[in-house]
T-cell receptor, first 113, second 109 residues
Framework: DTAVSQTPKYLVTQMGNDKSIKCEQNLGHDTMYWYKQDSKKFLKIMFSYNNKELIINETVPNRFSPKSPDKAHLNLHINSLELGDSAVYFC????????????FGSGTQLSVL | DAKTTQPPSMDCAEGRAANLPCNHSTISGNEYVYWYRQIHSQGPQYIIHGLKNNETNEMASLIITEDRKSSTLILPHATLRDTAVYYCIVKSNTDKLIFGTGTRLQVFP
């Protein structure tokens, strides 16, 4: 069983569209994260939720809206997609906030044309 | 800002020990040293972490100098599957996990 699973694995879309990436963890963790890895391979945190509550919100455009229906899920919705949004998005989870051991999903490669 | 300095790339022969250095001269007393790696096309994977004592697990060993200003990750018998980017990260319990540029380790046959 995959611990942290995200769908889709690949997402190709046109500029201006709205899209969502889903993430689920079956580890019973309290905290979930979204990271973005750009073309230069820099991996940056975007958001973190602890028990469905937002605890980290980096300087991310408000076109990005995370939603956590329960602590096992953290979805990422992106409005009005732009070329610069093209990247690999990784979901992760940890037992609790500040925990050193994060479990990452396999990533969603988003290509905006 | 990354608080660590790592060489951009290293090579290692298969079966030999891979020793990956990391400098963290500004580390604070409450900050831990973490190591993650990212194999191509996969998400980052936790390897090991430590505060001041040396640590060992099934994946690797972590050697931290007495002054805590540097550390070395040791993969005792590198395999081709250990080819990856290795990230050394310094953080406290309340910090976010911030990735730098890492060391690209190439294990060759």
């Amino acid at each position: 069983d995959t611990a942290v699973s995200q769908t889709p694995k690949y997402l190709v879309t046109q500029m201006g569209n709205d899209k969502s990436i889903k993430c689920e963890q079956n580890l019973g963790h309290d905290t979930m994260y979204w990271y973005k890895q750009d073309s230069k391979k820099f991996l940056k945190i975007m958001f973190s939720y602890n028990n469905k509550e937002l605890i980290i919100n980096e300087t991310v455009p408000n076109r990005f809206s995370p939603k956590s229906p329960d602590k096992a899920h953290l979805n990422l919705h992106i409005n009005s997609l732009e070329l610069g949004d093209s990247a690999v998005y990784f979901c992760a989870s940890s037992h609790r906030a500040g925990e050193e051991k994060l479990f990452f999903g396999s990533g969603t490669q988003l290509s905006v044309l | 800002d990354a608080k660590t300095t790592q060489p951009p790339s290293m090579d290692c022969a298969e079966g030999r020990a891979a020793n990956l250095p990391c400098n963290h001269s500004t580390i604070s007393g409450n900050e831990y040293v973490y190591w993650y790696r990212q194999i191509h096309s996969q998400g980052p994977q936790y390897i090991i972490h430590g505060l001041k004592n040396n640590e060992t697990n099934e994946m690797a060993s972590l050697i931290i100098t007495e002054d805590r200003k540097s550390s070395t990750l040791i993969l005792p018998h590198a395999t081709l599957r250990d080819t990856a980017v290795y990230y050394c990260i310094v953080k406290s319990n309340t910090d976010k996990l911030i990735f730098g540029t890492g060391t690209r380790l190439q294990v060759f046959p």
